[in-house]
């Protein structure tokens, strides 16, 4: 079966464009997060959505960043505008919730994006 | 504090040898726990779920001490594909939310 899959793999980009990373979770997994990890702060959860609808998003930096889950086998996380400092790796992960009796499954996260905002 | 604390390491040995290291949650209504690994530029891979009874993986042993809310991790014979950063993953109360901690990195020599 097919992992997280993450595209792109690397971007570099200029101080003030677009970034938009895509994410297509694993098959039959109803979760979505995208995080990301810096060596200073380790891997921070940005945004979890569950059956494609944002739950949680308090882990967004700041306005300039927006995510969406338009159906269940596709999600985007947008950087408008981007900064030197959103420099980082972003992962996005899965898994399977089974309510809050069922408990979950282990996130199983994608290879990532590695950013740089020059 | 921390929700999820780890001793970040390095921990050096030689192949063969056994490194066991621990990771302490603050949360006691924490419900599920798992050691992640994530080696270089990659990204972390379930390597296992921890049990309240303990389990195994092979050369992998883990244990969840509930009274002193501590899980550990055990590599027996390590080998030099071994050598990752091991992260401690709690889950609190069944929700979606993981708490990682920092990570415990080994290095294996040959």
């Known amino acids: 079966d097919a992992g997280v899959i993450q595209s792109p793999r690397h971007e570099v980009t200029e101080m003030g464009q677009e970034v938009t990373l895509r994410c297509k979770p694993i098959s039959g997994h109803n979760s979505l997060f995208w995080y990301r990890q810096t060596m200073m702060r380790g891997l921070e959860l940005l945004i979890y959505?569950?059956?494609?609808?944002?739950?949680?998003d308090s882990g967004m930096p700041e306005d300039r960043f927006s995510a969406k889950m338009p159906n269940a086998s596709f999600s985007t996380l947008k950087i408008q505008p981007s900064e030197p400092r959103d420099s980082a790796v972003y992962f996005c992960a899965s898994s399977h919730f089974l309510g809050l009796a069922g408990g979950r499954t282990a996130q199983y996260f994608g290879p990532g994006t590695r950013l740089l905002v020059l | 504090r921390k929700e999820v604390e780890q001793d970040p390491g390095p921990f050096n040995v030689p192949e063969g040898a056994t490194v066991a290291f621990n990771c302490t949650y603050s949360?006691?209504?924490?419900?599920?726990f798992f050691w992640y690994r994530q080696d270089c530029r990659k990204e972390p891979k379930l390597l296992m779920s921890?049990?309240?009874s303990g389990n195994e993986d092979g050369r992998f042993t883990a244990q969840l001490n509930r009274a002193s809310q501590y899980i550990s991790l055990l590599i027996r014979d390590s080998k030099l594909s071994d050598s990752a950063t091991y992260l401690c993953?709690?889950?609190?109360?069944?929700?979606?939310?993981?708490?990682f901690g920092a990570g415990t990195t080994v290095t294996v020599r040959a």
């Open positions: 993953v709690v889950n609190f109360s069944n929700d979606y939310k993981l708490s």
């Open positions: 921890v049990y309240s």
């Open positions: 949360n006691s209504a924490s419900q599920s």
């Open positions: 959505f569950n059956n494609n609808v944002p739950i949680d």
